[in-house]
C-alpha cells in the first residue's frame, strides 16, 4: 500500500541525541507513525515490524498508530532509518527532500536492525570496542 512519509524531530529523540548509536535512540528513530485506519487496512497490528519501501532502498520499522496522521500519510522521525529510503537527491540546495517521499508498506517478519547494522550494510567499519 502507498504512503507519504514526511520526517522530522520528535521531543523523545531529543533526549538520547547525545548517543545516536544507543538503544533509545534507535528505539525512537525507527519507529513508523501510521493512521489507525491505514493500520487496520493494512492488516498490521500496533507494534509490528513494516517493510518501508521506494526507489531509494527499504528498511524495517515497528509501526506505531497515531490518529493525528491524515490517512495515507505517514511519519519516521530523523536518523539513520529513514535516511534509508530519502533520496540523497538535493536539487542544488546541499539538503535532501526530508518531506512527501512516496514509499510503499507491507507487514515483514524481518528484524529491525541497529543503527550500527545499517551503517554496516552501508559499508562502514565497526571499529573494536564498539
Known amino acids: 500500500m502507498k ?10 529523540q531529543g533526549k538520547f541525541t547525545e548517543n ?27 507494534g509490528e515490524n513494516i517493510m518501508v519501501t521506494n526507489v531509494t ?3 524495517v520499522l515497528v509501526a506505531l498508530a497515531d490518529e ?3 490517512k ?9 532509518h529513514c535516511n534509508s ?13 526530508y518531506k512527501i517521499h512516496e514509499v510503499e508498506i507491507a ?3 524481518e528484524d529491525r536492525k541497529t543503527p550500527t547494522e545499517l551503517l554496516e550494510q552501508l559499508g ?7
Open 68 to 70: 493525528g496522521l491524515p
Open 20 to 46: 545516536k548509536l544507543g538503544q533509545g535512540y534507535a528505539e525512537e528513530t525507527s519507529r513508523c507513525y501510521i493512521h489507525p485506519l491505514d493500520l487496520l487496512e493494512l492488516g498490521i497490528e500496533e
Open 85 to 97: 529510503v530519502i533520496s540523497p537527491c538535493t536539487h542544488g540546495t546541499g539538503m535532501p527532500d
Open 3 to 12: 504512503f507519504i512519509l514526511n520526517t522530522g524531530r520528535t521531543i523523545r
Open 124 to 130: 562502514g567499519v565497526r571499529y573494536a570496542g564498539n
Open 57 to 59: 532502498g527499504e528498511v
Open 72 to 80: 495515507g500519510m505517514v511519519f519516521v522521525p530523523y536518523g539513520i
Open 107 to 109: 507487514p515483514t517478519s
